[in-house]
């Protein structure tokens, strides 16, 4: 019972608050009343040095000849906010004498070229590397990832390419690619070693999707991975030798968030389901988080995460270290099979100009299945901090101290380019 009523109040709540924001919205929209479905016949873009016009109009999801609507500065706003390369975006409109609307969008940009040096270690293996990210290539807001590592575990490079809008269309392009020799090392809940694998890897893919609105993208992708077994360690059968799979999938994305101060708040929703060629499996993997809005620019998360089908062991996710997983060995659990189920508050407590830091905490529950490395239950309380910087292109930095009750771990997890 006692569960019903916090339920209940919760709700209330909720909608209490919703009431508000919906109250302040047509507020601040109540002067533009009287445009509502009038045509756009202008548009103004002001403060991009860097991010051309189309590039701008592109994100925002507006351009001339589009009726102007109770949600469309809003809209463009959240838009140009959450894409990652500005810091603000202000949206004004104003009659024209013909009848028609003028838009006027001032943005404020964010630096996006990060060169970002890379160095860890655990005790055992010393790790360092560079990473360079541009989130907005040559002004037209496409993405190169690229990086090197080097150490006692290998030397590997990787190599991503994102074009969100192909020829100002509405398809988005995605390349991939990445080679070296590494030593896998995965453990199991207790931080027991499970095996270790020593490789070399080749990899590369293929993406295509489609953006049917600002929320719905839908694509496909192709996927070629090879990886040549050098030696094992840890007992597990495994021939050395050289193992070969493609792939190719299918995915969806809802994206529903919009920008809640520091956070954001909303619903995100992914499927995706892919077919091994060589194995002759299917494999599919799911996720909805909720963001639920609490009081001063507090939020809930909820998050439900699963995936399931037999993959090769080097097909397999790490998912230890994101959301739904923080109790696991970081970096060092991988699954072919999951699911968890988490709840989580964000409460953030410093807001300057430069940026927030939020301190976080959750509570996770799952089970996840690995070819080599058994089954595992997991649960367990945990808690960290993110500090997001509202000048630089990119997400969120933290750090969580996780506590796994089945296996009596205490686990470290580093959070870097999370979503707020």
Do not use: C
Not at 126 to 151: C, D, H, R
Not at 352 to 378: I, P, Q, R
């Amino acid at each position: 019972m006692k569960r019903k009523y916090a339920l209940f109040i919760l709700s209330i709540i909720q909608l209490v608050i919703q009431l508000v924001i919906i109250s302040g919205g047509l507020f601040a929209a109540e002067d533009y009343q009287e445009l509502y479905g009038r045509q756009i016949e202008a548009i103004e873009v002001s403060g991009n040095t860097r991010t051309n016009d189309n590039a701008v109009l592109r994100i925002g999801g507006v351009g001339t000849s589009t009726e102007f609507t109770r949600d469309t500065q809003s809209r463009i706003e959240n838009n140009l906010t959450k894409s990652g390369l500005f810091a603000s975006a202000i949206v004004q409109a104003e009659p024209l004498v013909n009848g028609s609307v003028k838009i006027r969008i001032e943005v404020k940009e964010k630096w996006t070229l990060l060169p970002l040096p890379v160095f860890f270690t655990d005790g055992e293996s010393v790790m360092g590397g560079l990473v360079v990210i541009e989130s907005n290539l040559a002004g037209t807001a496409k993405q190169l990832i690229s990086g090197v590592m080097g150490g006692t575990d290998g030397l590997s490079g990787f190599a991503v390419y994102v074009d969100p809008a192909v020829l100002q269309s509405s398809w988005r392009l995605t390349l991939s690619g990445g080679a070296g020799t590494e030593k896998q090392e995965v453990d199991t809940p207790d931080g027991s070693l499970a095996y270790v694998i020593k490789g070399e890897a080749l990899s590369g893919s293929f993406g295509l999707g489609y953006k049917f609105t600002d929320a719905l993208e839908i694509g496909g992708r192709i996927r070629f991975q090879q990886y040549l077994v050098d030696s094992v360690e840890g007992g597990i059968s495994l021939p050395d030798g050289t193992y070969t799979e493609q792939q190719i999938g299918l995915q969806a994305r809802f994206d529903k968030t919009i920008p809640y101060g520091s956070l954001l708040s909303g619903t995100l929703s992914s499927l995706e389901g892919s077919y091994l060629f060589k194995s002759g499996e299917f494999t599919q993997k799911g996720m909805l988080s909720l963001y639920i809005p609490t009081i001063a620019s507090q939020r809930l998360r909820l998050l439900v995460a699963g995936g399931r089908g037999e993959k090769p062991f080097y097909l397999e996710e790490t998912v230890s270290g994101r959301d739904g997983f923080r109790t696991l060995p970081f970096g060092k659990a991988v699954a072919d099979e999951y699911i968890s189920v988490s709840g989580g508050y964000d409460l953030p407590v410093l807001e300057k100009n430069w940026g927030a830091l939020v301190l976080t905490g959750f509570y996770e529950l799952g089970w996840y299945s690995s070819t080599f490395a058994g089954s595992h239950d997991f649960q367990g309380p945990g808690g960290g901090f993110r500090v997001y910087l509202r000048k630089v292109a990119v997400p969120a930095l933290g750090l969580d101290l996780a506590y796994n009750l089945n296996s009596r771990a205490l686990v470290f997890s580093v959070a870097v380019g999370m979503r707020m």
